[in-house]
């Protein structure tokens, strides 16, 4: 029987007969009647209680028991007030147990639906009956008589005209291909196969729609084995009405036959690559990380293919560089949370919408449900991924950079001088000229026990590079001092905090009055070193010919990690100019370290 207007009227309401007499103390849901709950509010507009009478102004409530009265009923509707001085239905709660067995059977483990305490609800807009209206429908007309189909048709009675209105538009949905976003809900169901077209494309089965992003599962490796992982495919809002078929983000029954071929082709081949990168690998990778932390992740697409991929979920960096795959090294430990790979159901109804679809059934997609093909023992370890589980791999595979270690390399500027000379005001220069913000700390932020000070530190670099800040540590002298023999606390303090000025990756500027006492360690990771005396100190100029600026390079007593700080700034400096990375940059960077390292002798 067809439900979206063949026959009955399927939004036609219709007066049932009642169950007469009264109930049973404490046997719920027995009365085959509606019952309606209305909520109460406090002064400030929350939520108290749900009251069996409707309010009259402040008149006391006149039954205080009737909770239990209220729960004999087999349904509840508990109504708000509206603006119009109505009543609307918000929530439906189910306590007649045979009714709850069937709802249970019909929706499983849809998200949007409540099992608790003993009762069934159902929130506005009523969202999973929608998705399984039809089978709502056909269950109407089973065991006539019978006291299943008694309580059946007093539910049917009730959302028929509860779902009128959305009925009729989903109804219109799925005769146009068109819908507004709000009506969107209504027609993404959870267990379709949904397609992000924008790059990276990804595919994945819906679990749940929340506002404007798929909650799907996919399949992820996480260095012992597959299973199943719960990404979210975002888009964005949209006013009016629009095709279903031309949005990003859309189920496989809003596509055409020929896009289905595509994008399946693609994913597939994504899916082998991402499958033959289990296990620890060492590569060359020319293409873009995208960063959490200290690990980042790269698109599976990117190897022997010539054009760089791209991620936009993340902050991205392009890279040409090696890199370490290791995913059980990046995980430790898989969270309980993971479900294992035999729980995700693949189907040929995940092509379809699962209600009045008639451009896509079942035969049209064959989904092989058959054990590996022999020549899939030649890879070791788990067997070899089905086409619809490549399909569904994640994009990306979790590596570590060797050469980057962290995101992007950062400046640091070491202010040194008597107090007085403009340290900090030179700071706040570089900040408006930059036109970026301050960020300023102290040794009484960051701590002075060595177990603290790693994190604190961590948090203020962590937030200046989120902000894209300045972080300025004033008066660094604590840290930057000269380890001794005798005192184990500073010598501590002293290691933790080279090592993590290494791989900043934003601007710092450091300033000190005791620029004599400074560390060694620090020296090789001071990108510049500006002495501040009562006058300011010229550059010089760089020489002419080339050949003779190398010799003077290379006459210059540099260790290898200095000559890569050098490098590294000259490419800063040349950026700054827009000009290419030449000898001068080189000569000019090298020039200014020397001065600087003669006047703190």
Not at 364 to 393: C, F, N, W
């Amino acid at each position: 029987m067809s439900s979206w207007g063949d026959g009955d009227d399927p939004w036609c309401v219709k007066d049932s007969g009642s169950a007469g007499g009264e109930a049973e103390a404490g046997e719920l849901g027995h009365i085959c009647e509606v019952r309606d709950a209305f909520a109460e509010f406090d002064k400030s507009g929350d939520f108290v209680k749900w009251l069996d009478e409707m309010p009259y102004g402040e008149e006391e409530d006149p039954v205080r028991k009737a909770k239990r009265i209220r729960d004999t009923y087999a349904i509840v509707c508990g109504r708000y007030p509206t603006r119009e001085s109505t009543w609307e239905v918000q929530t439906i709660w189910i306590n007649n147990p045979i009714l709850q067995d069937v709802l249970r059977g019909i929706m499983g483990d849809h998200p949007d639906w409540s099992f608790r305490e003993g009762t069934v609800s159902f929130q506005k807009p009523f969202v999973p009956l929608v998705h399984h209206w039809e089978q709502l429908c056909e269950l109407v007309d089973i065991d006539a008589g019978s006291e299943t189909q008694k309580f059946m048709k007093l539910f049917m009675d009730l959302i028929r005209g509860e779902l009128r209105d959305t009925l009729i538009r989903v109804k219109q949905i799925m005769e146009t291909g068109c819908a507004a976003f709000y009506d969107l809900q209504f027609v993404y169901r959870p267990g379709q196969l949904f397609f992000d077209s924008r790059p990276p494309m990804a595919a994945g089965i819906s679990r749940d729609y929340i506002h404007s992003k798929v909650m799907v599962s996919q399949i992820k490796w996480d260095g012992e084995e597959y299973h199943v992982a719960v990404s979210s495919f975002n888009f964005p809002r949209f006013a009016g009405i629009r095709p279903i078929s031309e949005l990003c983000v859309r189920p496989a029954w809003a596509c055409s036959e020929d896009d289905i071929k595509s994008m399946k082709a693609a994913l597939l081949e994504r899916g082998r690559k991402y499958e033959a990168l289990r296990g620890i690998h060492y590569r060359f990778y020319p293409g873009i990380l995208k960063k959490e932390h200290t690990h980042c992740e790269a698109d599976a697409s990117g190897w022997g293919d010539a054009s760089i991929p791209s991620i936009l979920s993340l902050p991205t960096q392009a890279i040409a560089g090696r890199i370490i795959l290791d995913a059980a090294g990046q995980h430790g430990h898989r969270g309980s949370s993971s479900d294992p790979l035999s729980s995700l159901r693949i189907t040929s109804a995940m092509y379809t919408n699962g209600q009045c679809s008639k451009s896509s059934t079942a035969s049209d997609h064959q989904v092989s449900q058959e054990d590996s093909d022999p020549e899939d023992e030649e890879v070791e370890g788990p067997k070899r991924l089905k086409d619809e589980q490549a399909m569904l791999a994640v994009s990306t595979v979790k590596c570590f950079s060797i050469e980057n270690k962290m995101w992007w390399k950062g400046l640091v500027m070491l202010l040194c001088g008597p107090p007085g000379t403009g340290k900090t005001f030179t700071a706040e220069s570089v900040s408006e000229n930059l036109k970026r913000p301050l960020y300023r700390v102290d040794t009484s932020d960051l701590g002075m026990d060595p177990k603290t000070l790693e994190g604190n530190l961590k948090t203020a670099l962590d937030r200046c590079a989120r902000w894209d800040a300045i972080l300025l540590l004033d008066e660094a002298d604590l840290f930057l001092e000269k380890r001794t023999s005798s005192n184990l606390t500073q010598n501590e303090m002293t290691t933790i905090f080279p090592r993590i000025l290494e791989y900043y990756k934003g601007v710092m500027m450091l300033t000190t009055n005791r620029y004599l006492a400074i560390d060694p360690a620090f020296e090789s990771r001071i990108d510049l070193s500006f002495v501040w005396y009562n006058f300011l100190i010229r550059e010089d100029k760089a020489l002419a010919g080339d050949s003779d600026a190398i010799a003077k390079l290379a006459s210059m007593p540099l260790n290898g990690r200095q000559i890569k700080s050098a490098v590294k700034t000259a490419r800063i400096l040349a950026t700054s100019e827009n000009l290419p990375l030449a000898v001068d940059h080189l000569q000019t960077v090298v020039f200014m370290r020397m001065k600087a390292l003669k006047m703190l002798e």
